[in-house]
């Protein structure tokens, strides 16, 4: 086995004497106990693990993509903040290892995922937990729903505003002529386009977590489509509720521009679309008569239908449009038929248990970002940080405080966590269509359909042996001859595209 090395130390842990020898004498330690070739060490110096943008970690970058090339067996690391301390991120880089062949082992943590059960878990984790926690975990949201019900804007301001004293939205005079420029040349017909060239021109940049860039058509179409101008807040459900804040743009400088914008079609006709959002068995689903791709359709009533591509482009093939819950209640009772034996579930909630502490403490971090927005105010008020980077700054750590999830909200994800492996086929009735998805695409690779049948299922490889495993099990407590839909050898493919 060859095994590599990834050790890191940030700038605050430099000055506070933390050891990358001590790091590199672990790792050798553990290679010399297991016979493993210790073939290469990946060291990074004064990088933060925070972040989620791996171009940060130049040294990190590399070694997934030399774990991507296949260029060792084993990734070992001390201590898992040392790989990230962002749970989200890891378990995004533990499924790319898994799916490159390589092995992960967090030494401090006792992780070992080099074992066949361990790499099994691993994809058990990483699926679930992912899942549960991108879809399901609604704390995060609570405090940005409170603050949305006080009529307080969440995150970054747009353009052209900023805070008051007191935490309410006012026009920032460095900006907000800009604003007022882009409505009014917007009254006038000017495209989309022509507004961000203007803005440009004149030195205005946009706003944003992403830096001062140049504007845009989209970053303009944004702006002069956003209803926070009027005295809003989006209500996270597509619709809009007033704000405490007063309105920036006239009403009816608002209209003429909203007005101008509908008529100049050569701007606006791609762009004001929305994006169709994914259905449940988007882009798994394959027609069994040519082989081909389903796509999602919609019936003369509205209702969502499964169409074959090949048919659509009206080439020949058989099968025609079918509604789609029509086969969602038949994927139920795949999934009715799945069940994860219980060691493996229990192992697997060890395991997010250990995830949790290694990055979760609540109390330290919401402690290190206060100290941060002190440090910040007092160098804004000694001038030496200037009011747009204090601002800047200031939205920026108090986003991340409003994202940490409280223990007990810790508590309820891992119950969560919990219930999806109990019963996938419950958590797939209640979830909405892009959590199916998610999950649909966790557990299978392909899904094929022959008129009104889901004939043939392709689970993941990680989670063939479960479905296998219930196979083996209704045969041998039947003697009818009979199996479960989905569970014929005829039609479960495990083994190839096609059975």
């Known amino acids: 086995m060859r095994a590599r090395l990834y050790a890191r130390v940030s700038t605050e842990e430099q000055t506070e004497g933390y050891s990358i020898d001590a790091q590199r004498r672990a790792f050798q330690a553990l290679c ?27 040294v990190f970058k590399e070694m997934m993509t030399d774990a991507l090339a296949r260029k060792f067996d084993v990734m070992v690391v001390h201590k898992l903040d040392r790989f990230s301390r962002n749970l989200r991120i890891t378990l995004e880089y533990f499924d790319k290892l898994l799916k490159a062949g390589v092995a992960f082992v967090s030494i401090n943590e006792q992780m070992d995922f080099t074992t066949p059960s361990g790499k099994v878990h691993l994809a058990l984790l990483g699926a679930f937990a ?37 935490g309410v939205p006012v026009p920032d005079t460095s900006t907000y002529p800009g604003l007022l420029m882009a409505f009014e040349l917007a009254a006038q017909g000017k495209s989309d386009r022509d507004v961000a060239q203007s803005l440009n021109s004149r030195g205005f940049r946009t706003a944003g977590n992403r830096g001062h860039n140049l504007f845009s058509k989209d970053t303009v179409r944004g ?71 389903m796509h999602i359709g919609f019936s003369s009533s ?12 009206g080439l020949n093939c058989s099968q025609r449009s079918v509604s789609l819950s029509l086969y969602e209640e038949q994927i139920t009772r795949y999934l009715e038929a799945f069940h994860i034996p219980e060691d493996y579930r229990h192992e697997v909630l060890e395991l997010h248990r250990k995830l949790q502490s290694a990055f979760v403490d609540v109390d330290a971090e919401r402690a290190r970002l206060e100290a941060r927005l002190q440090r910040i105010k007092d160098l804004y008020e000694m001038g030496d940080l200037g009011k747009e980077g204090y ?7 108090q986003t991340e405080l409003m ?14 966590l919990a219930a999806v492996l109990n019963n996938v086929a419950e958590v797939w009735e209640e979830a909405n ?31 063939e042996p479960f479905f296998r495993l219930n196979y083996e099990d209704f045969v041998t407590r039947n003697n009818e001859g009979t199996t479960p839909m989905g569970f014929e050898p005829t039609i479960f493919c495990v083994t190839g595209r096609y059975v």
């Open 391 to 397: 601002i800047q700054r200031r939205e920026a750590i």
């Open 223 to 293: 702006m002069l489509t956003n209803r926070f101008y009027q005295g809003y807040l989006p209500d996270g459900n597509g619709g809009w509720l007033r704000g405490k804040h007063e309105a920036f743009i006239d009403e009816d400088l608002w209209n003429q521009a909203q007005e101008a914008r509908r008529k100049n079609r050569h701007s606006t006709h791609t762009s004001c679309r929305g994006k169709t959002k994914p259905s449940s068995l988007s882009g798994i689903v394959y027609c069994w008569h040519c082989k081909g791709r």
């Open 302 to 313: 509205g209702k969502t239908q499964l169409a074959c591509s090949t048919r659509r482009k």
């Open 130 to 166: 992912q899942y549960y926690s991108d879809n399901l975990s609604q704390e995060t949201k609570k405090g940005w729903a409170e603050r949305k019900a006080q009529g307080l804007y969440c995150g970054l301001l747009p353009f052209g505003a900023m805070k008051g004293e007191d």
């Open 32 to 58: 010399q106990g297991r016979g493993w070739i210790a073939e290469h060490e990946y060291i990074e110096e004064g990088k933060s693990a925070r972040t989620e943008d791996i171009n940060k970690r130049p």
């Open 433 to 463: 269509q892009e959590q199916k998805n998610e999950l649909a695409r966790c557990i299978f690779e392909e899904i094929w359909i022959k008129d009104k049948q889901v004939i043939a299922v392709k689970p993941r490889p990680d989670f």
């Open 403 to 416: 994202r940490l999830i409280p223990s007990e909200g810790q508590s309820k994800n891992l119950d969560g």
